[in-house]
T-cell receptor, first 108, second 117 residues
Framework: KNEVEQSPQNLTAQEGEFITINCSYS?????LHWLQQHPGGGIVSLFM???GKKKHGRLIATINIQEKHSSLHITASHPRDSAVYIC??????????FGEGTQLTVNP | EAQVTQNPRYLITVTGKKLTVTCSQN?????MSWYRQDPGLGLRQIYY???????DKGDVPEGYKVSRKEKRNFPLILESPSPNQTSLYFC????????????????FGNGTRLTVT
């Protein structure tokens, strides 16, 4: 079993829909990252969080440390949100372990 | 402009021919790391460094070397590349330990697509 599991693996939505991507992990962590990988391959950090909730524009990230679970929400989705979304957790020392990613496609 | 610069973007080489992929950041970040990305496996950490002259193995260090002689540079060295090292490689940096509760978001380079024949 992977230390970091993301669901769903693939997600197709219509423009305007509310989207949720989930990340569950099995190890103790003190921080979790959400990343966005564009179709061209570049990776951008969206959020780094250790508790509670963070919001940036239409993106919201939440984390529940006790349940070892985080969610990334996108409100009013748009075709430009189409990308791969990756969850990463800090494990031992300064290592990072990544989920396999969720491929999101938003259709106009 | 704050950035992480990786070179080259594309590299095709043959088995056994030593190569170096360079990574440089201009943000005075302490933490730098290398990852490889393969279909179905996601991103996996190769090596990381918390500061000059301090490096540690990630999940898949076999066949790779790194060095951190200066804070800004963190080259990835493949002494004898093999076809199973064909992959997309990313360098990343952050101000502090990305595992800590302080705000240390990762900054990624644009990636290097390596093909070893």
């Amino acid at each position: 079993k992977n230390e970091v599991e993301q669901s769903p693996q693939n997600l197709t939505a219509q423009e305007g829909e509310f989207i949720t991507i989930n990340c569950s992990y099995s190890v103790g962590i003190s921080a979790l990252h959400w990343l966005q990988q564009h179709p061209g391959g570049g990776i951008v950090s969206l959020f780094m969080l250790s508790s509670g909730k963070k919001k940036h524009g239409r993106l919201i990230a939440t984390i529940n440390i006790q349940e070892k679970h985080s969610s990334l929400h996108i409100t009013a989705s748009h075709p430009r949100d189409s990308a791969v979304y990756i969850c990463a957790v800090g494990t031992s020392g300064s290592r990072l372990t990544f989920g396999e990613g969720t491929q999101l496609t938003v259709n106009p | 402009e704050a950035q992480v610069t990786q070179n080259p973007r594309y590299l095709i080489t043959v088995t056994g021919k030593k190569l170096t992929v360079t990574c440089s950041q201009n943000m005075n970040h302490e933490y730098m790391s290398w990852y490889r990305q393969d279909p179905g496996l996601g991103l996996r950490q190769i090596y990381y460094s918390m500061n000059v002259e301090v490096t540690d193995k990630g999940d898949v260090p076999e066949g790779y070397k790194v060095s951190r002689k200066e804070k800004r540079n963190f080259p990835l060295i493949l002494e004898s590349p093999s076809p199973n090292q064909t992959s997309l490689y990313f360098c990343a940096s952050s101000f502090g330990n990305p595992r800590s509760s302080y705000n240390s978001p990762l900054h990624f380079g644009n990636g290097t697509r390596l093909t070893v024949t």
